[in-house]
């Protein structure tokens, strides 16, 4: 009697996981696809003003609108995009090395070591990540590299907790215990054996950090501390169109907005199905 209560309750919950990640995977199939090719083959320049133009609300010729000075909101949205998935991909993808080797060298190593690591990773914990950020990027001038190095300076720390567990974890396998049994030399054992072992779990964490870096990037360039006002990301588009959305013109704020939204909840759909195939025993609990 249970089984056949469950079972359609289950099939259910398969399903709709099922199109949550068809969805999440169309979704950024075409964001990748509108930053690569949107650019080069619309002959447009960005950064045309036409003030006969400004602030025209969506329309066919102008499906975003246009902003303060008459520049095509669709394409200032794209190239924003463009360039914060840039910073975002750049960024979790050193903060993941840098979170990876981290922890891998305090759970492999273990001791003195381990100790010392955590203690320090806790203590750059305490500081707010947006201030930490702050502080870096004050130091450069505006630019897209500063950014880079601020997100993953900032953000490679919940990565060295994942890593230092998993390692932890696999420490007390049992072919790892024979290959010290063997004899094989501690530097041997974490290379074949640990960091293997850890990548899938430090890959899941860096698909997640992307939309987490994207947002840090525009808290940034939305303060006036990230890429300069020239230049096109998704911070920056709706940091100048808050004076139009006091005005009551919603278009140049309402679209880069749903531009950092939309992306997160894709990236997240997409991070969310590989970890359920990475912990299979919470797969089986949700399609009971």
Same mark, same amino acid.
């Given at each position: ?81 463009? *360039?914060?998935? &840039? %910073?975002?991909? +750049?960024?979790?993808? @050193? ?6 080797? =981290?922890?891998? !060298? ?84 974490? *290379?074949?054996? &640990? %960091?293997?072992? +850890?990548?899938?779990? @430090? ?6 950090? =992307?939309?987490? !870096? ?75």
């Amino acid at each position: 009697m249970a089984e056949v209560t469950w079972r359609p309750r289950g099939r259910a919950r398969r399903s709709t996981r099922t199109l949550r990640v068809r969805a999440s995977a169309v979704t950024v199939a075409l964001i990748v696809l509108a930053v690569l090719l949107v650019p080069p083959l619309v002959q447009l320049d960005q950064q045309a003003v036409d003030l006969s133009a400004k602030l025209q609300p969506p329309s066919w010729s102008h499906p975003f609108g246009t902003d303060d000075v008459g520049r095509d909101l669709l394409l200032r949205c794209v190239y924003g995009l463009r *360039v914060s998935l &840039l %910073v975002g991909l +750049v960024a979790a993808l @050193a903060a993941t090395v840098i979170g990876t080797a =981290v922890g891998a !060298a305090a759970g492999a190593l273990g001791g003195w070591v381990d100790r010392v690591v955590m203690r320090a990773v806790d203590a750059l914990s305490s500081i707010p990540h947006l201030l930490l950020g702050i502080f870096i990027v004050a130091v450069f001038r505006p630019g897209v590299w500063p950014v880079v190095v601020s997100v993953a300076v900032t953000h490679w720390l919940s990565t060295a907790r994942i890593v230092r567990a998993e390692v932890l974890s696999l420490r007390g396998r049992p072919y790892v215990d024979a290959a010290v049994s063997g004899g094989a030399s501690r530097w041997r054992v974490a *290379v074949r054996h &640990l %960091v293997p072992g +850890v990548l899938p779990q @430090a890959g899941l964490a860096a698909v997640l950090m =992307v939309p987490h !870096a994207m947002w840090h990037e525009s808290a940034l360039s939305f303060l006036g501390l990230g890429l300069p006002s020239h230049q096109a990301s998704l911070g920056n588009l709706v940091q100048t169109a808050r004076g139009s959305l006091l005005a009551g013109d919603w278009w140049p704020t309402l679209f880069p907005g749903l531009l950092l939204i939309i992306p997160t909840l894709a990236i997240a759909g997409l991070a969310g199905a590989w970890r359920d195939r990475l912990n299979p025993r919470r797969r089986s609990e949700l399609t009971l």
